[in-house]
């Protein structure tokens, strides 16, 4: 079973810099995505970011422009940098590692952006 390992969260405030890690059990250079979720309290979970095995990316409207994501297959390690960060960006992110036949997810990390 593949175990995903969320690291970086945290409290900061508005305006603010966190960088989330996701590493994962197995090789990441054959995943075919890599992708970011987040859930709020009271809402679904929602997409945030991707990142294809060719390095091609998309992201939600939402974080566009404030939030990087980005891969290291040497490491087994996806990552998300979070710029200019707002309260409504409080959620648990999740990591997800979609191999087309099999969808795995982190444990979750709570991101909190004071006011």
């Known amino acids: 079973q593949v175990q995903l390992v969320e690291s970086g969260g945290g409290l900061v405030q508005a305006g603010g810099s966190l960088r989330l890690s996701c590493v994962a059990s197995?090789?990441?250079?054959?995943?075919?995505?890599m992708r970011w979720y987040r859930q709020a309290p009271g809402k679904q979970r929602e997409f945030v970011a991707s990142?294809?095995?060719?390095?091609?990316?998309a992201y939600a409207d939402s974080v566009k422009g404030r939030f990087t994501i980005s891969r290291d297959n040497a490491k087994n390690t996806l990552y998300l940098q979070m710029s200019s960060l707002k309260p409504e960006d409080t959620a648990v992110y999740f990591c997800n590692l979609d191999r087309g036949w099999r969808n795995d997810w982190g444990q979750g990390i709570q991101v909190t952006v004071s006011s």
């Open positions: 197995i090789s990441t250079s054959s995943i075919n995505y």
């Open positions: 990142m294809g095995r060719i390095g091609n990316t």
